[in-house]
């Protein structure tokens, strides 16, 4: 088992920044990948970034590219998502959770993130 526990979440005008956090603990992660996803009311679960643990390759969807980067510290076994310039359409329940193989298996409770305009 894995367990993800997210941060960082909040209100936020637009324009502004956050950064999310995610820590895992339980089973390694190192050859896992771990993503990023939203889902806002009434909206489908989106990936918004990944990265691959082990080398640190990154994933950032189409919506958020320029805007949102996915990085991590191995030795804390946390990832970040840095989230900048956002938008009132960023209104979402951020979601991390890890892939160890073809599909996301372990997900944390979320986090809430509001930009007002």
């Known amino acids: 088992q894995v367990q993800l526990v997210e941060s960082g979440g909040g209100l936020v005008q637009a324009g502004g920044s956050l950064r999310l956090s995610c820590e895992a603990s339980?089973?390694?992660?190192?050859?896992?990948?771990m993503g990023w996803f939203r889902q806002a009311p009434g909206k489908e679960r989106e990936l918004v970034a990944a990265i691959r643990w082990r080398d640190g390759v990154t994933y950032v969807a189409d919506s958020v590219k320029g805007r949102f980067a996915i990085s991590r510290v191995n030795a804390k076994n946390t990832a970040y998502l840095q989230m900048n310039s956002l938008k009132p359409e960023d209104t979402a329940v951020y979601y991390c959770?890890?892939?160890?193989?073809?599909?996301?298996?372990?997900w944390g409770q979320g986090t809430q993130v509001t930009v007002s305009s």
């Open positions: 959770a890890v892939r160890p193989l073809n599909t996301y298996d372990f």
């Open positions: 339980g089973r390694t992660i190192s050859s896992y990948t």
